[in-house]
């Protein structure tokens, strides 16, 4: 009895500790966020008083930049805090099966191993492996959908060929009522909504009389876990991720955030006609054909010319996606609101940790690209603040460029935690540094890591090859881009801020090119150099594998016919490889670099 007592009265001092001197961290991801933000300069109609009041309380990185433009390998980086070239994983394959991953810790087995209780929600990584989390409220969820009791449909609103993308890509509108609504085939629609595995129908009577969106629901269970949490006497510190799926696709919200951007008032971005002309994003991205099925690599051109072709001008267009995209960002906004006033509101203000950021950013037609994964600064800026009591200052502002591989070091240091991240000597050390001394010195603080910021790209590959994989700079006042080929884009963004001229190929700046090149080739692993080991892909070698793949393919091929019989061209009742790439070219036209 007297050993029992004594125990509890330890574990009783240990959690009085714990509470006194460890902040709380609350980690807030928004899915495909760019800068369409109040501070942060993107869009001058945007409307996120919430985001701003955080910034005023904290720090902005004006220069943060995500590791890889595509939502799962960059989340992989963010949470184990490895660059994809250490980890091998530049792709969509289940990131616990990279073997420099699962022998390293995440952000939140860190944190659980340093004393902290982990609670997350929403869509924070892809793959999402339940051992991670001691407590997890809602798994992604990228509903609302049309359903019309066999498909999901993109929204009744989207006119073709944009609707014909699909109903995740190609769907965008108001969440309103449906009644009386049907399909193409007359089929009543209804709206769906759920993760992948557990769907759902969704109410919406009224904008009064409906369920709440998945966004909203994770916006409840924060709120709902942080005034749990409120006035405990040596209660355990927390770490808690919160993952909003908008502005991703679809950009379905409730009809009020509409309401907030009237289509005819919309400003449209500065887009240079012809500015793609000089770039090499498309000379690295082909069309395999594989288990999947043939897919177009280059899907921001795919989705700017099928987005044009729907309406009348490119003006027209670009404003009903806009208007989207500022309405979804408003709805998250206002979640984001809740979490704050659950903290402001109470004893949590001053000893819990707030950042807020996002995967990747997304482009707005800007080089004939509406989409994220480029190299350029609209897919690879990402929103980035941070709110630490006592540590960073209000109001502050810093120019320096960072990523996101940045901030599991900085919660390490701002929380006190182990700086040993890795499980065994197969895992691999934190890539980035601290940003305790931006937070403190916004303008002067010391940095001590790179001058530049990384990020590579996500190119669909059986296996990856770190040393010639494509590759940015984002420095101070350049951006350097080194694809995978050897062509190359220089921008002098000091005074070419939306990166229209490339000076890769003028010798005035050789000079400069060079000290890039240098400077990518020393982050980045040297040819021949061992290869970070990787998931085992199936063999294709055999004869039996080819011609699995070859009956796949021609399945997925099967597949697309039924939803485009106009792409039989010679209306023989078969859709041939050559018919379908003819078709497929109409929305994503070939063009020679």
Same mark, same amino acid.
């Given at each position: 009895?007297?050993?029992?007592? &004594? ?17 709380? @961290? ?10 369409? &933000? ?8 945007? =409307? ?35 660059? %994809? ?30 004393? #902290?209780?982990? !609670? ?50 190609? *769907? ?64 355990? %510190? ?12 679809? !950009? ?6 509409? /309401? ?5 008032? &919309?400003? !449209?971005? @500065? ?26 690599? /280059? ?62 950013? $997304? ?8 989409? =994220? ?10 929103? !980035? ?48 540094? *601290? ?23 996500? @190119? ?16 101070? /006042? $350049?951006?350097?881009?080194? #694809? ?15 990166? $229209? ?37 199936? %063999? ?5 594998? =080819? ?30 490889? %050559? ?15």
């Amino acid at each position: 009895m007297k050993k029992i007592l &004594i125990f509890a009265m330890m574990l009783s001092f240990a959690q009085i500790t714990w509470a006194a001197s460890s902040p709380n @961290v609350i980690l807030i991801i928004c899915d495909d966020l760019n800068d369409y &933000i109040q501070g942060f300069g993107g869009h001058p109609q945007a =409307k996120t008083p919430n985001i701003l009041r955080l910034a005023h309380s904290g720090v902005t990185f004006t220069q943060a930049h995500c590791n890889i433009p595509i939502c799962g390998p960059s989340r992989a980086s963010l949470f184990t805090g490895i660059y %994809p070239h250490n980890s091998g994983c530049f792709g969509f394959t289940k990131w616990d099966g990279y073997e420099v991953l699962k022998n390293s810790r995440t952000m939140m087995d860190h944190f659980r191993e340093n004393g #902290y209780q982990t !609670l997350g929600t929403g869509k924070l990584m892809h793959h999402m492996v339940r051992q991670e989390w001691k407590n997890y409220g809602n798994h992604a969820d990228y509903g609302p959908f049309v359903f019309d009791g066999q498909d999901k449909l993109p929204h009744p609103g989207v006119p073709a060929p944009y609707r014909e993308i699909g109903a995740v890509d190609g *769907s965008y509108g108001p969440l309103v009522n449906l009644a009386g609504k049907k399909s193409l085939e007359g089929k009543p629609l209804v709206w769906r909504t759920g993760s992948w595995a557990d769907q759902r129908n969704m109410k919406v009577n009224s904008q009064a009389d409906r369920d709440l969106t998945a966004d909203e629901l994770n916006g409840q269970w924060a709120v709902d876990q942080l005034k749990a949490r409120v006035d405990k006497p040596g209660r355990q %510190p927390f770490f808690m991720g919160v993952g909003f799926i908008r502005p991703h696709t679809p !950009l379905i919200v409730p009809k009020k955030y509409f /309401d907030m951007f009237p289509l005819d008032s &919309i400003e !449209l971005p @500065v887009i240079r006609s012809g500015d793609v002309e000089d770039t090499f994003a498309r000379s690295i991205r082909g069309i395999p054909e594989g288990a999947d099925g043939p897919r177009s690599e /280059d899907m921001g051109t795919r989705l700017f010319n099928t987005l044009v072709n729907s309406y009348e001008s490119q003006d027209e267009a670009l404003r009903h996606f806009i208007q989207s995209y500022l309405a979804s960002v408003a709805s998250v906004d206002d979640q984001i609101g809740r979490i704050l006033d659950a903290v402001d509101n109470s004893s949590l203000k001053d000893n819990t940790i707030i950042i807020l950021t996002s995967d990747h950013g $997304w482009g707005m037609g800007q080089k004939n690209y509406l989409y =994220k994964n480029s190299l350029w600064q609209e897919s690879t800026r990402v929103p !980035l603040v941070i709110r630490a009591p006592g540590v960073a200052r209000a109001k502050g502002v810093s120019a320096q460029p960072v990523s996101l591989i940045d901030i599991y070091p900085t919660l390490v240091d701002l929380c006190g935690l182990s700086k040993e991240t890795r499980k065994n000597k197969k895992g691999h050390p934190l890539d980035g540094y *601290s940003l305790r001394s931006l937070l403190v010195s916004p303008e002067k603080g010391k940095w001590s890591g790179p001058s530049s910021a990384l990020t590579a790209l996500y @190119v669909w590959r059986m296996k990856y090859d770190p040393s010639k994989e494509n590759y940015a700079l984002r420095a101070k /006042d $350049w951006r350097y881009i080194r #694809y995978a080929n050897g062509k190359e884009e220089l921008y002098f963004t000091k005074s070419d801020p939306h990166e $229209w001229t490339n000076l890769a190929g003028n010798s005035p700046y050789a000079k400069t090119l060079n000290v890039f090149r240098q400077e990518l080739k020393s982050r980045i692993p040297v040819s021949g150099s061992s290869l970070p080991p990787q998931p085992p892909f199936k %063999p294709k070698s055999t004869a039996a594998n =080819k011609t699995d793949s070859k009956q796949s393919a021609e399945a997925w091929k099967t597949k697309y016919f039924t939803k485009h019989p106009a792409a039989d061209t010679n209306k023989d009742g078969k859709l041939s490889w %050559p018919e379908y790439k003819a078709y497929r070219a109409k929305f994503d036209p070939p063009k020679s670099d």
